[in-house]
């Protein structure tokens, strides 16, 4: 079935460090891709999204491009913040209502 | 709009009793779903719902209930809580409007603990 793999954190980062969190999926098809974060107490809100080979995601000086050859989504940021420190997601959905596949999850912390 | 909303935002029970977890939405979306969160394992999908009226198990179903008797509410009913259900849950949803690309929208979460 289709699933998602993360990178295991915890990342620590120094702010202004570049930033990158791997994510691989298998998918039948070709799924949209999508990078959530939850910061601390909160609900998980999307980042970014790409739907198709090729196509790259950005919101908030974080990126990520839809790598079909390499079934890959990474997420990239050029100089992180301590704002940044949360968990990121990464998942996939293809076909049905009902296919959002999450990956474990990535804790960033950024120190100053 | 206020969005998805939660309640409660934490719940201690002990093991056999019953309660139910409240979801709603203010965005006319039809569809909406459950998860639950658990350390290294993401988010599963509990029950989803495609409208009123009509609801579907998701990937870890046993020990829940569902029903979606209005376009804005979908509550969720632990029966016979058990320590397994310990978890944090999440009630999500999104329009129909382009399909399985839009952005779901999730709620702030319930933390619960079973004793």
């Known amino acids: 079935g289709d699933s998602v793999t993360q990178m295991e954190g915890p990342v620590t980062l120094s702010e202004e460090a570049f930033l990158t969190i791997n994510c691989t999926y298998t998918?039948?098809?070709?799924?949209?891709l999508f990078w959530y974060v939850q910061y601390p107490g909160e609900g998980l809100q999307l980042l970014l999204k790409?739907?198709?080979?090729?196509d790259k995601g950005s919101n908030k000086g974080f990126e990520a491009t839809y790598r079909k050859e390499t079934t890959s989504f990474h997420l990239e940021k050029g100089s992180v913040q301590v704002s940044d420190s949360a968990v990121y997601f990464c998942?996939?959905?293809?076909?049905?209502?009902?296919?959002?596949?999450f990956g474990a999850g990535t804790r960033l912390a950024v120190h100053p | 709009n206020a969005g998805v909303t939660q309640t409660p935002k934490f719940q201690v029970l002990k093991t056999g009793q019953s309660m139910t977890l409240q979801c709603a939405q203010d965005?006319?979306?039809?569809?909406m779903s459950w998860y639950r969160q658990d350390p290294g394992m993401g988010l599963r999908l509990i029950h989803y719902?495609?409208?009123?009226?009509?609801?579907d198990q998701g990937e870890v179903p046993n020990g829940y209930n569902v029903s979606r008797s209005t376009t804005e509410d979908f509550p969720l009913r632990l029966l016979s809580a058990a320590p397994s259900q310990t978890s944090v849950y999440f009630c999500?949803?999104?329009?129909f409007g382009q399909g399985y690309t839009d952005t779901q929208y999730f709620g702030p979460g319930t933390r619960l603990t079973v004793l």
């Open positions: 965005m006319n979306h039809e569809y």
């Open positions: 790409a739907t198709k080979a090729d």
């Open positions: 719902s495609v409208g009123a009226g009509i609801t």
């Open positions: 998942a996939s959905v293809s076909g049905g209502y009902n296919k959002l596949i």
């Open positions: 998918a039948t098809g070709y799924p949209s």
């Open positions: 999500a949803s999104r329009d």
